[in-house]
């Protein structure tokens, strides 16, 4: 799931009480904007086609033997080097997360250009 809703900073974001919308405020254009929201959806998709992320993969150009997955999952480890200093030459731990500060990094290199 993805949208682009405003143009350059989101300021803030915030649910509504029933848990059904989000709303974002941006931080220069001033417009508020409501989105639909429903989690549920996104779960019940996860529990009919299988465990952890196996739904997704059919998403992808190629699934997950294609070349895009390769390629986000060449970025995904290079993004680890980044952040525990590329640099350097002893051994490193290799994690099945990134933080999220260099989220923003790895869909920039994949073409995506989400504000941050």
Do not use: C
């Not at 529990?47 to 997955?69: A, C």
């Not at 099945?96 to 923003?104: A, L, Y």
């Not at 990094?105 to 941050?116: N, S």
């Amino acid at each position: 799931m993805a949208s682009t809703a405003h143009p350059n900073r989101v300021r803030d974001v915030r649910a509504s009480y029933d848990g059904q919308y989000l709303f974002t405020s941006g931080e220069l254009d001033n417009i508020v904007h409501m989105l639909r929201f429903n989690p549920h959806l996104l779960l019940a998709q996860a529990q009919l086609d299988g465990k952890d992320l196996i739904s997704f993969y059919k998403l992808l150009e190629g699934r997950r033997e294609g070349k895009f997955f390769k390629e986000m999952t060449d970025l995904f480890y290079y993004s680890q080097l980044r952040f525990q200093d590329i640099y350097r030459y002893d051994r490193r731990e290799v994690t099945p997360k990134i933080p999220s500060s260099k989220i923003s990094f790895v869909m920039r290199a994949l073409g995506y250009y989400p504000t941050e």
